[in-house]
């Protein structure tokens, strides 16, 4: 028989009572912790369906915005090419930080960071304005997703994690439905 360890156990116990043991699956959204009080779910869905609508909201939509403002259909998708490249570079920071000030500063600090970048990026009146904003945002959009992505799990009792992980991405993709409709 095997034997967990002491500080183990006391892992697992935490992870427990941290996080939120809903009733139902379908009440994962909104029940209440009691441990913390907190509501799960209803902020990552939130999140997921920020960062799904950004970035299928502006990476769909943007090489046909660019083509009406007079540039050409080869010269638009080379643009969005540069801003997708600047993904990478988003997501091992983003890995990097969230080992050195932990994940919920991570996350925090790059959809700070993306809003702002959106912002400018919608104010943006030359190419080179909308590539710079383009690409900061796309970094920061794109580091954002892959801690929402680790935190995410967390926040739920083992026997939950899996389905409670791809209900928070499935409500995201409504935000990647409707944000072309907005």
């Known amino acids: 028989r095997l034997r967990l360890s002491k500080s183990l156990k006391q892992w697992f116990e935490h992870q427990n009572t941290r996080a939120c043991v809903p009733h139902t699956p379908y009440n994962l959204s909104f029940k209440v912790c009691a441990a913390t009080g907190r509501v799960c779910g209803v902020a990552t869905h939130a999140v997921e369906i920020q960062a799904t609508a950004c970035y299928y909201g502006i990476f769909t939509w943007l090489p046909k915005l660019l083509v009406e403002q007079g540039n050409t259909v ?5 643009y969005v090419l540069v801003m997708i490249v600047a993904q990478l570079p988003g997501y091992i920071a983003a890995a990097a930080l969230v080992e050195k000030i932990g994940r919920k500063a991570t996350l925090a600090g790059f959809l700070a960071a993306c809003a702002v970048c959106a912002w400018f ?4 009146s030359s190419v080179a304005e909308v590539m710079a904003w383009g690409s900061l945002m796309s970094f920061f959009n794109l580091g954002a997703w892959g801690v929402l992505y680790t935190y995410t799990p967390e926040l739920y009792p083992l026997r939950f994690r899996a389905f409670a992980s791809g209900w928070a991405g499935a409500i995201g993709r409504i935000g990647g439905i409707l944000a072309p409709m907005v």
């Open 74 to 78: 080869v010269k638009t998708f080379e």
């Open 121 to 124: 990026f919608g104010q943006s």
